[in-house]
């Protein structure tokens, strides 16, 4: 059974940074494309970054573009967001996806099969 777990989420302040994690169990995120997505209340899912499987393509919003960078730790099973010089729209559940099937579904919901629980992360001062 696939499970995807976030964590590192919480309070920041404008112009601060967070770094969320994305553990799985049962699946290798290292073989996995792998998606970021997030949703404000009263708003759809969007993609934020993605990283393609078996490599190092990325792709990103272009609302975080040069703000945010998705990795890999392969040896421990991660795959992290790290998030700079936030906003507070930046603020929302943020979401871990994954789909070992695909190289690169980039920042569509539709393209993965798995996901984590999500987890938020509030931007204020």
């Known amino acids: 059974q696939v499970q995807l777990v976030e964590s590192g989420g919480g309070l920041a302040q404008p112009g601060g940074s967070l770094r969320l994690s994305c553990a799985a169990s049962?699946?290798?995120?290292?073989?996995?494309?792998i998606g970021w997505f997030r949703q404000a209340p009263g708003k759809e899912r969007e993609g934020v970054a993605c990283i393609s499987s078996y490599g190092g393509r990325t792709s990103y919003a272009d609302s975080v573009k040069g703000r945010f960078a998705i990795s890999r730790e392969n040896a421990k099973n991660l795959v992290h967001l790290d998030m700079n010089r936030l906003k507070p729209e930046d603020t929302g559940v943020y979401y871990c996806s994954a789909d070992p099937e695909r190289y690169m579904p980039g920042l569509v919901p539709g393209g993965y099969d798995y996901w984590g629980q999500g987890i938020q992360v509030t931007v204020s001062s």
């Open positions: 049962g699946l290798s995120l290292e073989h996995s494309a």
